[in-house]
């Protein structure tokens, strides 16, 4: 009988034994064997898996052999289906113990038919009914109590776990272990849909003195990740991390992918911060898919550092690349643009032979592109129409989108036919991108002819409609722009930023006012937000238009009615359009407004845009103030001890010094101004701020008249480097401000006027800024026609005055 479940025959034995001896037993007279005899064969048929059989054994034992079936075979056969995946056998015999023996079966084999509920084919009730009758038989233990809880929280059974916490607190006070916690925890994960009710059942962990463990902290890992909760679920995992507590790496897989859908660099600098964390504390799960998930993280963040350190790790830990790893790789080089290295992964693709297959030819024809390459994207292609690899959609964009960058209209023309012969499927991406071609080749009749291919296969999307645009507003065809973004509306697509800067731009280009302002007011109106970018092509706008005192009421606008905090390229492009409209008075107040905005708004160009501005128009004294004030130390860097002083380029300086010399003798004021020049260069040497090649120069370009200072050395030593650094024929000190900061309140006539912001204001005496109505939206009233379509007829809220209608 030890033999008989070996094999096929020995099983066939058995059941046939079975039925032999179940037939003498029921004959009359009937045959009986010993009592042993029975309970072996029914061993052999429940490892057999002959239920049936056995069941037909228990039953005439029961009926006619004297003792009956003991609780030792029930046992057996309820273990026997459990191990043969056939729960409802198991619950048949579990039925027929408590008919037969009126008693519950063993610990051992209720605790094993009580795992197999969890298939719902058992169902709660069974659950319940088999706790009740442990309870009775006094079987009902701690672990007991928490197997029944881990299966009741499985099914969901919220309402019966609470219930069963409850009796265990009854039965063991004071022992409420933290499989039985898990358990409210899990029914939370399973049958809640909101993360706050997982986060309660978590907390109500530690509210019983029960630390939460790894299972805690994973399911709570889990629901965070499950509902879209990745804010929380990074939580989660910093605290894991720093608690020492085992992380699920299938969670922190999934948890590391999320970060595609996110474009915030914080959230990915963070999760990547924590992965990398989490492959140095458990190394083991470190496997290729999320080294993989990492890399292509480093690649989105545009963070090389990091991406090499990865490779690093992964060769550290013997993790072997896979197509996806130089895939990512070859496309990470690409986006840098470093060709050399795209080469050197493309190489180690070829020769390790792992992950030559399209998608990383695809990969590789778009860093080739990307890195201005497409004469080796061209001999990638060719050697995947040699070894007859599919060439699919993407492959046949990516190439067009090169002839694009060639500015090569006939070449993509040609690649758009040989995509149609090869019967390969044109989707709206080179549809776009044939259009981007024409669009900067400046063909808008091949533009609009692929246009009219494309209705009859694909709709338009917004890409469509916003190449098309910049296309026709870089030709000053705004008309047509104003007619396709009327179009792109009646589709029911949502103009972005993007395509109201090109509308924009359009009007920058040809000079219109107007209709730039209706197509700002308009994407106010849609509530597009608008960017650095849309308000440095308002300056631009406003300039053209000769109204720069608008537009530096705009910028100051920005933060408070808008929402954006002016960039350097705002501040940067006011500037520029004042300097070059001789508009010096407004450059300053600009220049000032950039530095309240925070000393990082402000940079090198700036200052020397306006002093060269002023240099110019022959303002040497108040471009010598500007010079010395991108010197001085702001407020809000008092207490910051690596501050570098904003400084003026070294070319400017020259130029100013150079001038200031020059008219040394042509000026009244000419003698003080040379002086003040010698002092402030008698600054830059102390400070050591401009390097001694540069000092060189500047020294040199104010030799050409000597300082009606007085100097203590010899006449030798005058104007040459000594131990002591430069020594001037002028003063080479000058008082101190309280930032240690020379201070120039002596120079000139009077002094120099300061704002409250320390700022030289040599423009003092005009006063501030004009108040003017507002230049966007307060002369514009309600227009009967369409924003977008300015050339239907004059424009209502205007005025007879182009201008008028905007209260100038």
């Given at each position: 009988?030890?033999?008989?479940?070996?094999?096929?025959?020995?099983?066939?034995?058995?059941?046939?034994?079975?039925?032999?001896?179940?037939a003498a037993?029921?004959?009359?007279?009937?045959?009986?064997?010993?009592r042993?005899?029975?309970?072996?064969?029914?061993?052999?048929c429940?490892?057999?898996?002959?239920?049936?059989?056995?069941?037909?054994?228990?039953?005439?034992?029961?009926?006619?052999?004297?003792?009956?079936?003991?609780?030792?075979?029930?046992?057996?056969?309820?273990?026997?289906?459990v191990?043969?995946?056939?729960?409802?056998a198991?619950?048949?015999?579990?039925?027929?113990?408590?008919?037969?023996?009126?008693?519950?079966?063993g610990?051992?084999?209720?605790?094993?038919?009580?795992?197999?509920?969890e298939?719902k084919?058992?169902g709660?009730?069974?659950?319940l009914?088999?706790?009740e009758?442990?309870?009775?038989?006094?079987?009902?233990?701690?672990?007991?109590?928490?197997?029944?809880?881990?299966?009741l929280a499985?099914?969901?059974?919220?309402?019966?776990?609470?219930e069963?916490?409850?009796?265990?607190?009854?039965?063991?006070?004071?022992?409420?272990?933290?499989?039985?916690?898990?358990a409210?925890?899990?029914?939370?994960?399973?049958?809640?849909?909101?993360?706050?009710?997982?986060?309660?059942?978590?907390?109500?962990?530690?509210?019983?003195?029960?630390?939460?463990d790894?299972?805690?902290?994973?399911?709570?890992?889990?629901?965070?990740?499950?509902?879209?909760?990745?804010?929380?679920?990074?939580?989660?995992?910093?605290?894991?991390?720093?608690?020492?507590?085992?992380?699920?790496?299938f969670?922190?897989?999934?948890l590391?992918?999320?970060?595609?859908?996110?474009?915030?660099?914080?959230?990915?600098?963070?999760?990547?911060?924590?992965?990398?964390?989490?492959?140095?504390?458990?190394?083991?799960?470190?496997?290729?898919?999320?080294?993989?998930?990492?890399?292509?993280?480093?690649?989105?963040?545009?963070?090389?550092?990091?991406?090499?350190?990865?490779?690093?790790?992964?060769?550290e830990?013997?993790?072997k690349?896979?197509?996806?790893?130089?895939?990512?790789?070859?496309?990470?080089?690409?986006?840098?643009?470093d060709?050399?290295?795209?080469?050197e992964?493309?190489?180690?693709?070829?020769?390790?032979?792992?992950?030559?297959?399209?998608?990383?030819?695809?990969?590789?024809?778009?860093?080739c592109?990307?890195?201005?390459?497409?004469?080796?994207?061209?001999?990638?292609?060719?050697?995947?129409?040699?070894?007859?690899?599919?060439?699919?959609?993407?492959?046949?964009?990516?190439l067009?989108?090169?002839?694009?960058?060639?500015?090569?209209?006939?070449?993509?023309?040609?690649?758009f036919?040989?995509?149609?012969?090869?019967?390969?499927?044109?989707?709206?991406?080179?549809?776009?991108?044939?259009?981007?071609?024409?669009?900067?080749?400046?063909?808008?009749?091949?533009a609009?002819?692929?246009?009219?291919?494309?209705?009859?296969?694909h709709?338009?999307?917004?890409i469509?409609?916003?190449?098309?645009?910049?296309?026709?507003?870089a030709?000053?065809?705004?008309?047509?722009?104003?007619?396709?973004?009327?179009?792109?509306?009646?589709?029911g697509?949502?103009?972005?930023?993007?395509?109201?800067?090109?509308?924009?731009?359009?009007?920058?280009?040809?000079?219109?006012?107007?209709?730039?302002?209706?197509?700002?007011?308009?994407?106010?109106?849609?509530?597009?937000?608008?960017?650095?970018?849309?308000?440095?092509?308002?300056?631009?706008?406003?300039?053209?238009?000769?109204?720069?005192?608008?537009?530096?009421?705009?910028?100051?606008?920005?933060?408070v009615?808008?929402?954006?905090?002016?960039?350097?390229?705002?501040?940067s492009?006011?500037?520029?359009?004042?300097?070059?409209?001789?508009?010096?008075?407004?450059?300053?107040?600009?220049?000032?407004a950039?530095?309240?905005?925070?000393?990082?708004?402000?940079?090198?160009?700036?200052?020397?845009m306006?002093?060269?501005?002023?240099?110019?128009?022959?303002?040497?004294?108040?471009?010598?103030?500007?010079?010395?004030?991108?010197?001085?130390?702001?407020?809000?860097?008092?207490?910051?001890?690596?501050?570098?002083?904003?400084?003026?380029?070294?070319?400017?300086?020259?130029d100013?010094?150079e001038?200031?010399?020059?008219?040394?003798?042509?000026?009244?004021?000419?003698?003080q101004?040379?002086?003040?020049?010698?002092?402030?260069?008698?600054?830059?040497?102390?400070?050591?701020?401009?390097?001694?090649?540069?000092?060189?120069?500047?020294n040199?370009?104010?030799?050409?008249?000597?300082?009606p200072g007085?100097?203590?050395?010899?006449?030798?030593?005058?104007?040459?480097?000594?131990?002591?650094?430069?020594?001037?024929?002028g003063?080479?000190?000058?008082?101190?401000?309280?930032?240690?900061?020379?201070?120039?309140?002596?120079m000139?006539?009077?002094?120099?006027?300061?704002?409250?912001?320390?700022?030289?204001?040599?423009?003092?005496?005009?006063?501030?800024?004009?108040?003017?109505?507002?230049?966007?939206?307060?002369?514009?009233?309600?227009?009967?026609?369409?924003?977008?379509?300015?050339?239907?007829?004059?424009?209502?809220?205007?005025?007879?005055?182009p201008?008028?209608?905007?209260?100038g």
């Open positions: 009988f030890c033999f008989a479940p070996a094999c096929r025959k020995g099983v066939e034995m058995a059941e046939r034994l079975a039925h032999e001896v179940c037993g029921a004959a009359d007279p009937p045959t009986l064997l010993d042993s005899y029975y309970v072996e064969l029914g061993k052999v429940g490892t057999a898996a002959q239920f049936p059989a056995a069941m037909s054994i228990c039953n005439l034992m029961t009926n006619s052999v004297e003792g009956g079936c003991p609780m030792e075979l029930f046992d057996f056969l309820i273990i026997a289906g191990d043969s995946g056939e729960p409802l198991s619950r048949d015999f579990y039925k027929e113990a408590r008919r037969a023996l009126m008693a519950t079966p610990r051992q084999a209720c605790l094993r038919l009580l795992g197999t509920c298939t084919e058992l709660t009730g069974f659950v009914m088999l706790m009758h442990m309870r009775a038989a006094s079987t009902l233990d701690i672990e007991a109590y928490c197997s029944v809880l881990q299966v499985g099914l969901g059974a919220a309402k019966h776990v609470t069963v916490i409850t009796r265990m607190k009854q039965d063991f006070p004071g022992q409420v272990p933290i499989e039985a916690l898990n409210t925890l899990k029914v939370a994960v399973t049958t809640s849909s909101r993360f706050a009710d997982v986060e309660r059942a978590f907390r109500e962990i530690s509210r019983h003195g029960v630390e939460p790894a299972q805690s902290y994973n399911a709570l890992l889990d629901a965070a990740v499950r509902q879209r909760k990745l804010t929380e679920a990074w939580d989660v995992l910093s605290d894991m991390l720093r608690k020492g507590v085992r992380a699920d790496k969670s922190v897989s999934i590391m992918k999320s970060l595609h859908d996110t474009h915030d660099k914080r959230v990915q600098r963070r999760g990547i911060d924590l992965v990398e964390k989490f492959v140095q504390v458990q190394r083991q799960d470190a496997d290729e898919i999320l080294f993989n998930s990492l890399l292509d993280a480093c690649v989105r963040n545009k963070d090389m550092v990091r991406l090499e350190s990865t490779l690093a790790k992964m060769r830990y013997d993790v690349p896979s197509a996806v790893t130089f895939g990512t790789l070859v496309k990470a080089y690409g986006q840098l643009g060709y050399a290295r795209v080469e992964a493309w190489a180690e693709m070829t020769r390790t032979k792992v992950g030559v297959n399209p998608v990383t030819y695809g990969c590789m024809l778009d860093a592109v990307k890195c201005g390459r497409l004469d080796r994207a061209l001999e990638i292609f060719e050697t995947l129409k040699e070894k007859k690899m599919h060439r699919n959609t993407v492959m046949y964009s990516t067009i989108k090169g002839w694009a960058k060639a500015r090569n209209l006939q070449a993509a023309m040609a690649t036919e040989e995509m149609k012969e090869e019967k390969v499927h044109c989707s709206c991406v080179t549809y776009n991108s044939l259009i981007d071609v024409a669009v900067r080749c400046n063909d808008m009749p091949t609009s002819r692929v246009l009219s291919v494309m209705l009859t296969e709709e338009p999307d917004l469509t409609f916003s190449t098309l645009i910049k296309g026709f507003c030709l000053g065809d705004l008309k047509k722009a104003f007619a396709l973004a009327k179009e792109l509306k009646s589709r697509l949502q103009c972005d930023e993007i395509m109201y800067n090109s509308l924009l731009e359009g009007c920058v280009h040809i000079g219109a006012l107007r209709s730039g302002l209706v197509v700002f007011k308009d994407m106010l109106d849609a509530r597009v937000a608008p960017s650095n970018v849309t308000f440095s092509i308002l300056v631009k706008l406003y300039a053209n238009a000769g109204r720069l005192d608008w537009a530096a009421q705009v910028v100051s606008e920005m933060p009615k808008y929402g954006v905090q002016p960039s350097r390229a705002v501040y492009c006011l500037l520029k359009c004042c300097v070059s409209h001789n508009q010096l008075p407004l450059a300053i107040h600009a220049l000032q950039a530095q309240e905005a925070g000393s990082s708004v402000v940079d090198q160009g700036m200052f020397g306006v002093v060269q501005g002023c240099i110019a128009q022959g303002f040497l004294d108040e471009a010598l103030q500007l010079a010395c004030a991108g010197f001085q130390r702001p407020a809000d860097t008092a207490d910051n001890p690596r501050w570098k002083p904003t400084g003026v380029p070294p070319d400017t300086l020259k100013l010094f001038a200031i010399a020059a008219s040394s003798s042509h000026d009244g004021q000419g003698a101004r040379l002086e003040d020049a010698w002092k402030f260069l008698g600054f830059l040497q102390d400070s050591q701020h401009v390097p001694k090649i540069h000092l060189m120069k500047l040199a370009a104010l030799e050409g008249q000597t300082s007085t100097n203590q050395g010899n006449q030798e030593d005058q104007n040459t480097f000594g131990d002591q650094g430069m020594v001037g024929t003063p080479a000190t000058a008082g101190m401000n309280p930032w240690g900061q020379p201070d120039f309140g002596g000139g006539q009077g002094g120099w006027p300061r704002d409250p912001y320390g700022m030289p204001d040599p423009f003092a005496g005009l006063g501030g800024l004009p108040t003017q109505p507002d230049p966007l939206l307060g002369g514009l009233q309600t227009n009967p026609l369409d924003p977008f379509n300015p050339f239907m007829g004059p424009l209502g809220g205007f005025g007879g005055d201008l008028g209608g905007f209260g």
